[in-house]
């Protein structure tokens, strides 16, 4: 809550103000840069004598324990080395040994207090602390045994005062006595508390050498504060600065940026409430005015722009739909003409191939009865016999039913194409009929025939059908037939184009999840992924000027997909041929034979 008030009333604040304020801070950062040095060079030099005060302390008590240690271990071996004559010394030795003794113990137990008790300077333990403190509990069980021993002396031996000064056997037995303390022990025991006062001796002249640097520590604490101050002086001016300039270098970006992008809808941001905030306001409203301007223009160029768009792609559907009403009207007026032609023709054909028997009857009859003649008149007129020498009988009798079969094949080719003409024609019917593929297929394959021969340089394309049994299928039967003839002439001239020395076309039909396949191959050149995606669409052809509309495969589209639901797939690979699948329901719902368009599709030119 207090951040955004004093960032509000920084933004209230004048120019000026902001200066004297900058400034000031400065000058109040320095003094208490340097002063805030000695305080703190104050604070580490008293902490620095407190410390070797303590370090001393430590040092007292352990040189305390040390000398009482070695006065009493004194007076234990001056005991064992007293003579007889010397039993008044060797009374005094007792005395000074328990006294020493007792001073020893309380020795001990002031250090174990003193380090149980000693307050933290600062924070910080005293460091000798820790070392004295491993001693004690170490040594602590030697001390113990150690003492026990002494007190155990000078009780046998202030037991038997009485006796000491008649009983000679006595002192030596006392003198002669080993101490139950193992000797080693405690030369063990002074070794380490020597070491221990020499390094804790150490730490004294450490800590007195600080002392005696801590003149320049302050000076350099203060050196340090004073930098440390300017450094926060220096970020305290610039910090300033920026609070003045940046206003004005947002404005000035803003401003570049308006008239670099044209970018109306810029704002320069409201930084301050000085005089340069009052300049961003009034830039703020010019923008704004400007934008409100280009606005309303560039919404009557769109709404120009948008009628523009709107004529060109009219006028493109109208295009499109005048080239596909011409194509269809070509096409069913083209299927019209070939089922008329078709039926014109079916008449004196049935009639030809009808008399071919009779005639070939009737001509045997006659050859039949020349035959006769000849038996019967062996020597005939010599006008007979002129008029037979020119006829050439003998040839005439091989040759005549020869040219009667050859009638008869080429009407029986005749009524052929005719039902072909008249299965493939029924692409103007309007009916939706239950229709056999197979017999769609092949009769686009009896058109196409002729193209299917040899023509060099284009070698002969072989047809290789691979027939499962289908159902019948409901379909646009003329409809389908265009399908198969577009995608068999595709095949057919891309073959022709690569000349492929064994040009082959693979047609196949199956049956799968009540669809009916149909799949035509060619191992010719293949066609590029590029292509492939534009395959479908209308008016796209990869053939010269003349040879192709860029109609067919897109009507093809039309017809498998948005007529019979069903599904036109391309598959392609360079250099490995091309393969077409077609996929149409066996039967057509209700729902989708009622959204059927009623338009027609005839023979299309190939794509």
């Not at 120019?15 to 604070?43: H, P, T």
């Not at 002074?190 to 640097?213: D, H, M, W, Y």
């Not at 768009?309 to 083209?334: C, F, P, V």
């Not at 009540?514 to 292509?531: H, L, R, V």
Request: net charge negative; hydrophobic share 40%; charged share 20%.
């Amino acid at each position: 809550m207090a951040k955004p008030r004093l960032r509000n009333l920084r933004k209230r604040v004048r120019l000026r103000d902001k200066i004297a304020a900058g400034y000031l801070g400065v000058l109040i950062i320095s003094i208490g840069g340097v002063l805030l040095g000695y305080l703190v060079g104050d604070y580490f030099e008293y902490k620095s004598i407190k410390t070797a005060e303590a370090i001393s302390e430590s040092l007292d008590h352990l040189n305390h324990l040390q000398v009482s240690l070695l006065r009493t271990h004194n007076y234990r071996y001056r005991y064992q080395l007293t003579s007889q004559s010397e039993d008044d010394s060797l009374l005094n030795n007792i005395d000074n040994l328990i006294q020493h003794q007792s001073e020893l113990e309380s020795t001990w137990l002031t250090l174990q207090k003193y380090t149980e008790t000693t307050p933290v300077i600062y924070g910080v333990k005293n460091p000798t602390l820790i070392p004295i403190e491993r001693f004690l509990i170490k040594n602590n069980t030697a001390f113990e045994a150690y003492c026990d021993e002494l007190e155990k002396l000078a009780f046998d031996l202030t037991s038997r005062q009485p006796q000491v000064k008649n009983s000679e056997a006595s002192t030596v037995s006392l003198r002669s006595a080993e101490p139950s303390v193992n000797i080693s022990d405690i030369d063990n025991f002074s070794e380490e508390l020597r070491t221990l006062i020499q390094q804790i001796r150490l730490q004294s002249n450490t800590a007195k050498a600080s002392i005696e640097s801590t003149d320049i520590l302050r000076f350099q604490i203060s050196i340090g504060f004073v930098l440390v101050s300017i450094g926060v002086a220096l970020a305290l001016i610039i910090k300033l600065s920026q609070a003045i300039t940046a206003p004005l270098i947002a404005l000035n970006r803003v401003a570049r940026a308006v008239t670099s992008s044209q970018n109306f809808t810029l704002q320069a941001p409201l930084l301050s409430s000085d005089e340069v905030g009052d300049l961003a306001v009034s830039m703020n409203q010019l923008i704004v005015s400007v934008h409100d301007l280009l606005q309303r223009l560039e919404d009557k160029t769109q709404a120009i722009t948008e009628q523009k768009t709107s004529l060109e792609q009219a006028i493109a559907a109208l295009q499109n739909a005048q080239l596909q009403l011409i194509q269809q009207e070509k096409m069913s007026a083209l299927g019209k003409l070939v089922a008329g032609v078709a039926h014109e023709i079916n008449n004196p054909v049935n009639f030809i191939y009808g008399n071919i028997d009779h005639t070939k009857r009737y001509i045997e009859d006659l050859l039949s009865l020349l035959s006769v003649y000849q038996f019967c008149y062996p020597e005939p007129l010599p006008k007979v016999q002129n008029c037979l020498e020119d006829l050439d009988l003998e040839f005439l009798s091989n040759d005549l039913p020869k040219v009667m079969q050859s009638m008869r094949l080429g009407a029986e080719r005749i009524k052929q194409i005719v039902v072909s003409l008249r299965t493939f024609s029924r692409m103007d019917e309007a009916e939706y009929k239950t229709v056999n593929l197979h017999d769609g297929l092949e009769s686009t394959l009896v058109l196409l025939e002729h193209r299917l021969k040899a023509n060099p340089p284009s070698p002969a394309i072989h047809i290789t059908k691979t027939y499962e049994d289908l159902p019948p299928v409901a379909c646009y039967a003329g409809q389908i037939n265009q399908v198969f003839m577009n995608i068999l002439t595709n095949a057919i001239d891309a073959l022709e184009e690569s000349q492929t020395t064994d040009a082959e076309i693979l047609i196949s039909t199956s049956v799968r999840a009540e669809q009916a396949i149909i799949t035509i191959s060619d191992n010719g050149p293949g066609i590029t992924k590029a292509i492939q995606e534009k395959i479908f669409d209308p008016f796209f052809t990869t053939k010269a000027v003349g040879k192709g509309t860029g109609m067919g495969m897109a009507i093809s589209y039309q017809i498998v997909v948005n007529k019979h639901h069903g599904q036109l797939l391309c598959d392609s690979s360079v250099e490995k041929g091309t393969t077409f699948t077609i996929q149409l329901p066996l039967k057509l719902l209700e729902g989708n034979q009622s959204t059927v368009e009623a338009k027609q599709f005839s023979v299309s030119t190939p794509c």
